[in-house]
């Protein structure tokens, strides 16, 4: 039912990734605007992880062109291998394929996130 939207979401998905690897020369992306605690001495707040906590974690994931890459990356993978081989009814594979993409983007995101802090 879907197999036209997760093959172009699959190919947006790669040209994305690739203008990202080699076209990309100065960082602008969202995630790039975290910033560096006051003091790089002190350690987190108990239950927090660097570059990951604040109110704005959603708004910067959801502006970041990295979530959007793996989101769709993994949107049409997984929407593909699921309608395609007829493992799930069309809507449920909709339905997971929107979940693991969200969960994809949004992980790549905060472990850059974490990384560079």
Same mark, same amino acid.
């Given at each position: @039912?879907?197999?036209?939207?997760?093959?172009? /979401?699959?190919?947006? *998905?790669? %040209?994305?990734? +690739? %203008?990202?690897?080699?076209?990309?020369?100065?960082?602008? #992306?969202?995630?790039?605007?975290?910033?560096?605690?006051?003091?790089?001495?002190?350690?987190?707040?108990? &239950?927090?992880? =660097?570059?990951?906590? &604040?109110?704005?974690? %959603? +708004?910067?994931?959801?502006?970041?062109?990295?979530?959007?890459?793996?989101?769709?990356?993994?949107?049409? @993978?997984?929407?593909?291998?699921? =309608?395609?081989? #007829?493992? @799930?009814?069309?809507?449920?594979?909709?339905? %997971?394929?929107?979940?693991? *993409?969200? +969960?994809?983007?949004?992980?790549? /995101?905060?472990? +850059?996130?974490?990384? /560079? /802090?």
């Amino acid at each position: @039912m879907f197999i036209n939207l997760y093959i172009l /979401s699959l190919v947006l *998905g790669a %040209v994305l990734l +690739v %203008v990202a690897l080699f076209f990309t020369g100065k960082r602008v #992306d969202a995630d790039d605007q975290t910033r560096a605690h006051d003091d790089t001495t002190r350690p987190s707040q108990v &239950g927090q992880l =660097d570059g990951v906590a &604040g109110g704005d974690f %959603v +708004v910067r994931t959801i502006r970041s062109r990295r979530f959007w890459t793996f989101f769709v990356s993994f949107f049409g @993978m997984t929407g593909l291998v699921l =309608d395609g081989l #007829d493992l @799930m009814e069309p809507t449920v594979a909709f339905l %997971v394929a929107i979940g693991i *993409g969200a +969960v994809a983007g949004a992980g790549a /995101s905060a472990a +850059v996130r974490i990384g /560079s /802090s």
